[in-house]
């Protein structure tokens, strides 16, 4: 009996050793698998991780490439030709404020209907002309050059302020100065008061002459005598070798051209001008203004002093 108990003994550990044994290789097998899955996510993950970089960093390198060559692309254009604008509601604000020369490349017929308070101008228009192109390069060089922003307004934003864009920078104007009034005369139309024909006005630093002093003047050679006042009024009495041109109706663009017709053709830019209209306002300002446009300093355009309501100047009226 005690022999069948010590064998079942020994059955029993020999069943428990191997029960162990069998325990132990599976516990083996188990973390030897979960090693070679976690090794195999590990090198998937690095993987991953590598290939994102790989793609990050080309990406970044496209970008940047993309944006170097975006800049390169915008100076390259700048530098031949490119153009900048501003819009109609800024160039009126610069006119007035003096932060930047507001520049009319318009044709006279088109500028004298409605043009922006204290601009400045210098027709480019017909752009075949080539004497107009030349006299802008002269008048930039004299007018322009100060390192001031630049503003042109032509009649649409497109070929006039293209061709003096070009004109200007062959004169020497620093082509980021330039800006075109994006849409032009007819896009400050919409503005409302951008466009005017009130010249009395202007920020110009009006010059007055005594009546004595102009009636010393009269009859001699070195002065001109000019009277704005209506043909009615001018035939009943007017300073004797005075030349008149009507600005009654100051605001009117057809008596505006007819004077700066007379200006031009009938004027010597070289000598001083008296202008007598009625009182010493604002129909010898206009004159005055057109003058300024017809390429006469204004430095050398006076206004006579109460105009035509001063006594001395009404005795000596000759009507002939």
Same mark, same amino acid.
């Given at each position: 009996?005690?022999?069948? *108990? ?89 006119? #007035? ?65 293209? /061709? ?106 070289? /000598? ?9 306002? /604002? ?18 355009? *006076? ?5 035509? /309501?001063? #006594? ?9």
């Amino acid at each position: 009996m005690k022999k069948k *108990f010590v064998t079942l003994g020994i059955m029993m550990a020999l069943s428990m050793t191997v029960a162990a044994g069998c325990g132990q290789k599976a516990g083996n097998e188990t973390t030897a698998q979960e090693t070679a899955e976690s090794t195999a996510a590990d090198t998937a993950a690095a993987d991953t991780a590598a290939a994102d970089s790989t793609v990050e960093d080309t990406t970044a390198a496209d970008t940047t490439g993309a944006d170097g060559a975006a800049s390169e692309t915008a100076a390259a254009a700048q530098s031949d030709g490119s153009y900048q604008y501003v819009s109609p509601k800024e160039a009126v604000a610069a006119a #007035k404020d003096k932060s930047a020369h507001v520049l009319d490349v318009r044709e006279w017929d088109n500028y004298v209907k409605g043009r922006v308070a204290d601009s400045m101008w210098c027709p480019i228009f017909p752009l075949e002309d080539d004497s107009l192109a030349e006299a802008m390069g002269t008048y930039a060089k004299e007018n322009l050059s100060y390192g001031q922003k630049i503003y042109i307004i032509c009649n649409s934003g497109k070929r006039g302020a293209e /061709k003096a864009t070009g004109v200007l920078k062959e004169a020497g104007i620093d082509g980021s100065l330039i800006y075109t009034v994006e849409g032009g005369a007819k896009a400050l139309e919409s503005e409302k008061g951008a466009l005017a024909t009130n010249r009395a006005d202007e920020d110009i630093d009006w010059k007055t002459v005594a009546a004595a002093d102009a009636l010393k003047a009269v009859g001699g050679s070195d002065i001109q005598i000019l009277d704005v006042r209506d043909n009615d009024t001018y035939a009943k009495g007017h300073l004797k070798g005075s030349i008149q041109s009507s600005l009654k109706e100051i605001e009117d663009p057809a008596a505006q051209t007819a004077m700066y017709k007379m200006a031009k053709e009938e004027m010597d830019p070289s /000598k001083p001008v008296y202008l007598l209209c009625y009182s010493g306002n /604002k129909c010898a300002k206009t004159g005055i203004s057109v003058m300024k446009d017809a390429g006469f300093d204004v430095d050398n355009l *006076f206004i006579i002093e109460n105009g035509a /309501k001063d #006594k001395d100047i009404q005795a000596a009226f000759v009507t002939e």
